[in-house]
């Protein structure tokens, strides 16, 4: 589907629903006002079992470097498989886990927004860019593995996203601020009421020169800033079919280019997705989906000793399409059944041209790409008895990998390589249950067993790609990678204005991919036998009045179980995995409208390589947000990131190191004009 077909779509569906909630409106005047949510089912009685935590918009929008990611990284044992952030890395990095299942730039952990699964059809990792904080309204994050709707990528837990409706966002919002490097970030956002529904319509732009990326002792005249300029614009409207049935229509278009450690070192990232939802609130209530995205990337590979191109990875188109059913019968209030099926398909072609270090001239030219499927069945049964809150599902996933190959020819057109990969299926289940026992009205004891599924990406199954002078082949015979896990916790809330909340976990990867060592330079993509990780996760948050504390604590003992090809990894850490990792955000809002907010947050020491041999040090940073009102309708906002100027290593290779954002200090205006 191209980019105009895609923006029609998801224009015109929004624009038909928010017609006929005109019509609605008028039709049901004269009865009870229709109230739409924009949101999906509402969660089960059961999802405490699986420890969710929930983080509130404000808290979102409040971090010091204003994205997704930096707010995601409040909740401990989340991590993106490098430091950096979505301005200063590769888009392809960018992929995100919790649990300390990491060494893998795919990501581990399903992330929806809106019930829609957000990863790229090809690679797997997410557009955090495109994921703007001001849009949401809360954002769940559950550790552990899942059944369920889209259950099948959530080996290492679910993130989900929720748009913010209109009553949260005003009938108009927005920013502007500029940074001590004249880096500007500048976001707006309308939200009118239409009839009984409404429509969002927002737009951001994020752009700099960046920084160096390069420690000075490293640098060369080729040396660059990690520039970046990124825009996203989305579309949604919220309409009622009828007093119980909701339509959602979503569209999202964006673009992320950025360059990373020399001149010419260029990416880009860009998607156009739209979606349609239909939620029913009645007796039989239920929530229909279907989406379809449009993604390409491309990439342009630097030598590290010549400073010229030698990679152009130009084209990478990929889509992915797919949608889901899931019904809830009406049972009785002590009972809650959802049955239902999704579908999800990814494909894609890379083509790449690889250049001699030497002449500049082109080598050879290469191609390659597939298409993976899944169906998924599923169903879970919450039973509430008395204090007692029991869950049981199940989930059972038809999966193929088809159509791969990996083409190469020479200028003269000389066939370097020809292979067609052989066509895979199979039937794979997943099973979760769950207890939550509401022991006293402070206190609530919870455990759950769990089991899930991740197909590998195009990506990893057909591409093989170059951080120089390392070279990464791709592996068409992965399997899937199949997680089994258990954990039981406490839920302490005395009052109000005290939650405590403690989970000890055990989970085990079997089939884990990761870039495994065969020599100096040269890395496969291969099955580990395991990843098997076990911790303790705490959870505090503390409201005293005008001051409230809110802390994460991860503390994990992750290793890699191998044999074979694997077996010098045998009770290694995996690589880009911290045994400690911790959080803590203090607040004070003297008044209405004041908010003041410091962070600090502690990553433990991690290695850039499945050897243990290249080690990424322990950091500590601290970041500032304040907002001090000047208006009934202005506000003065001020930013700090790294205010310590901690000195964040995210790559080393053999001392080959990248850095990760310096102090930076931010300041300008939000706007927000209420209904």
């Given at each position: 589907?191209t980019y105009?077909?895609?923006l029609?779509?998801?224009v015109l569906?929004?624009?038909s629903?928010?017609?006929?909630?005109?019509a609605s409106?008028?039709e049901?005047?004269?009865?009870?006002?229709?109230?739409?949510?924009?949101?999906?089912?509402?969660?089960t009685?059961?999802?405490?079992?699986y420890?969710?935590?929930?983080l509130?918009?404000e808290?979102?929008?409040?971090?010091a470097?204003?994205?997704?990611?930096?707010?995601?990284?409040?909740?401990?044992?989340?991590?993106?498989?490098r430091r950096?952030?979505?301005r200063?890395?590769?888009?392809s990095?960018q992929?995100?886990?919790?649990r300390?299942l990491?060494?893998?730039?795919?990501?581990?952990?399903?992330?929806?927004?809106?019930?829609?699964?957000?990863s790229h059809?090809?690679f797997?990792?997410?557009?955090?860019?495109?994921?703007?904080?001001?849009r949401?309204?809360?954002v769940r994050?559950?550790r552990?593995?899942?059944a369920?709707?889209?259950?099948?990528?959530?080996?290492?837990?679910t993130?989900?996203?929720t748009s913010?409706d209109?009553?949260?966002?005003?009938?108009?919002?927005g920013s502007?601020?500029?940074?001590?490097?004249?880096?500007t970030?500048?976001?707006?956002i309308?939200?009118p009421k239409l009839?009984?529904?409404?429509a969002?319509a927002?737009?951001?732009?994020?752009?700099?020169?960046?920084?160096?990326?390069?420690?000075?002792?490293?640098?060369?005249p080729?040396?660059?800033?990690a520039?970046f300029?990124s825009?996203s614009?989305?579309?949604?409207?919220?309409?009622p079919?009828?007093?119980?049935?909701?339509?959602?229509?979503?569209?999202?278009i964006?673009e992320?280019?950025?360059?990373?450690?020399?001149?010419?070192?260029?990416s880009?990232?860009?998607?156009?997705?739209?979606?349609?939802r239909?939620?029913?609130?009645g007796?039989?209530?239920?929530?229909?989906?279907?989406?379809?995205?449009?993604?390409?990337?491309?990439?342009?590979?630097?030598s590290s000793?010549?400073?010229?191109r030698?990679l152009?990875?130009?084209?990478?188109?990929?889509t992915?399409?797919?949608?889901k059913i899931?019904?809830?019968?009406p049972?009785?209030?002590?009972?809650?059944?959802r049955?239902?099926?999704?579908?999800?398909?990814a494909?894609?072609?890379?083509?790449?041209?690889?250049?001699?270090?030497?002449?500049?001239?082109?080598?050879s030219t290469?191609?390659?790409?597939?298409?993976?499927?899944?169906i998924?069945l599923?169903a879970?049964?919450?039973?509430?008895?008395g204090?007692?809150?029991?869950?049981?599902g199940a989930?059972a996933?038809?999966?193929?990998?088809?159509?791969?190959?990996?083409?190469?020819?020479?200028p003269?057109?000389?066939v370097l390589?020809?292979?067609?990969f052989a066509?895979?299926s199979?039937?794979d289940?997943?099973?979760?249950?769950?207890?939550?026992w509401?022991?006293?009205?402070?206190l609530?004891v919870?455990a759950?067993?769990?089991?899930g599924?991740?197909?590998?990406?195009?990506n990893?199954?057909?591409r093989?790609?170059?951080?120089?002078p390392?070279?990464?082949?791709?592996n068409?015979?992965?399997?899937?990678e199949?997680?089994r896990?258990?954990?039981?916790?406490?839920?302490?809330?005395?009052d109000?204005?005290?939650?405590?909340?403690v989970t000890?976990?055990?989970?085990?990867?079997k089939?884990?991919?990761?870039?495994v060592t065969l020599?100096?330079?040269?890395r496969q993509?291969?099955?580990?036998?395991?990843i098997?990780?076990?911790?303790?996760e705490?959870?505090a948050?503390?409201?005293?009045?005008?001051?409230?504390?809110?802390?994460?604590l991860?503390?994990?003992?992750s290793e890699v179980?191998?044999?074979g090809?694997?077996?010098a990894l045998?009770?290694?850490r995996?690589?880009?995995?911290?045994?400690i990792?911790?959080?803590?955000?203090?607040?004070?809002?003297?008044?209405?409208?004041w908010h003041?907010?410091?962070?600090?947050r502690h990553?433990?020491?991690e290695?850039?390589?499945?050897?243990?041999?290249?080690?990424?040090?322990?950091?500590?940073?601290?970041?500032?947000?304040?907002?001090i009102?000047?208006?009934?309708?202005?506000s003065v906002?001020?930013r700090?990131?790294?205010?310590?100027?901690?000195?964040v290593?995210?790559?080393?290779q053999?001392?080959?190191?990248d850095?990760g954002?310096?102090?930076t200090?931010?300041?300008?205006?939000?706007?927000?004009i209420?209904?």
């Amino acid at each position: 589907m191209t980019y105009s077909t895609k923006l029609n779509f998801a224009v015109l569906a929004t624009a038909s629903l928010l017609i006929h909630g005109h019509a609605s409106a008028e039709e049901t005047q004269p009865q009870s006002p229709i109230i739409v949510t924009g949101k999906g089912l509402r969660e089960t009685p059961a999802t405490p079992a699986y420890g969710a935590l929930e983080l509130p918009r404000e808290q979102i929008t409040t971090s010091a470097s204003g994205r997704i990611e930096d707010a995601l990284s409040s909740v401990a044992g989340f991590q993106q498989f490098r430091r950096s952030d979505s301005r200063s890395s590769n888009p392809s990095a960018q992929g995100v886990t919790l649990r300390a299942l990491g060494g893998n730039a795919s990501s581990r952990a399903l992330v929806l927004l809106d019930g829609v699964p957000v990863s790229h059809p090809f690679f797997g990792y997410i557009p955090l860019s495109a994921l703007a904080p001001e849009r949401l309204s809360s954002v769940r994050v559950t550790r552990g593995g899942g059944a369920g709707a889209f259950g099948s990528g959530a080996v290492a837990g679910t993130i989900e996203l929720t748009s913010a409706d209109a009553q949260t966002l005003g009938l108009l919002n927005g920013s502007a601020l500029v940074n001590d490097r004249g880096e500007t970030e500048l976001s707006a956002i309308a939200a009118p009421k239409l009839g009984s529904g409404f429509a969002v319509a927002s737009a951001r732009w994020d752009r700099g020169k960046g920084f160096y990326t390069t420690p000075v002792a490293d640098r060369v005249p080729a040396s660059a800033r990690a520039k970046f300029d990124s825009w996203s614009t989305s579309l949604r409207g919220v309409a009622p079919i009828s007093d119980t049935i909701e339509l959602q229509a979503s569209g999202l278009i964006f673009e992320d280019d950025r360059v990373l450690r020399f001149d010419g070192a260029q990416s880009s990232s860009s998607g156009q997705d739209a979606s349609l939802r239909l939620v029913g609130r009645g007796n039989w209530q239920f929530d229909a989906l279907a989406y379809v995205q449009a993604r390409n990337f491309s990439n342009v590979v630097i030598s590290s000793s010549r400073f010229v191109r030698v990679l152009d990875q130009r084209n990478t188109a990929s889509t992915g399409l797919g949608g889901k059913i899931e019904v809830r019968p009406p049972l009785g209030e002590n009972h809650v059944l959802r049955i239902g099926a999704d579908l999800r398909i990814a494909d894609g072609t890379l083509e790449e041209d690889p250049y001699s270090a030497f002449t500049g001239a082109r080598r050879s030219t290469r191609t390659a790409g597939g298409r993976n499927s899944d169906i998924g069945l599923f169903a879970e049964h919450d039973w509430t008895i008395g204090p007692v809150i029991a869950t049981i599902g199940a989930r059972a996933d038809r999966w193929t990998v088809r159509d791969g190959f990996y083409r190469e020819v020479d200028p003269d057109r000389n066939v370097l390589a020809d292979d067609q990969f052989a066509n895979r299926s199979g039937w794979d289940g997943s099973f979760r249950g769950g207890i939550v026992w509401n022991a006293a009205d402070a206190l609530a004891v919870r455990a759950a067993a769990y089991s899930g599924l991740r197909l590998p990406t195009l990506n990893e199954l057909y591409r093989p790609f170059v951080v120089f002078p390392v070279v990464t082949q791709a592996n068409a015979a992965l399997e899937n990678e199949k997680l089994r896990g258990f954990e039981a916790g406490l839920d302490f809330t005395p009052d109000d204005a005290i939650s405590i909340s403690v989970t000890a976990f055990e989970n085990k990867l079997k089939n884990a991919i990761a870039n495994v060592t065969l020599a100096e330079n040269l890395r496969q993509r291969r099955n580990l036998d395991a990843i098997r990780a076990r911790g303790l996760e705490f959870g505090a948050s503390l409201n005293l009045g005008t001051v409230s504390f809110t802390g994460s604590l991860a503390l994990t003992d992750s290793e890699v179980e191998g044999s074979g090809a694997s077996a010098a990894l045998d009770g290694l850490r995996p690589s880009h995995v911290a045994r400690i990792a911790a959080s803590g955000t203090l607040s004070w809002k003297p008044r209405a409208g004041w908010h003041f907010a410091a962070t600090l947050r502690h990553t433990g020491k991690e290695f850039e390589d499945d050897l243990e041999t290249f080690v990424l040090p322990a950091t500590t940073t601290l970041g500032a947000y304040a907002e001090i009102p000047v208006s009934e309708m202005f506000s003065v906002v001020l930013r700090g990131e790294n205010l310590t100027d901690e000195r964040v290593v995210t790559r080393n290779q053999g001392g080959s190191m990248d850095l990760g954002v310096p102090r930076t200090v931010w300041a300008g205006i939000k706007m927000n004009i209420g209904h």
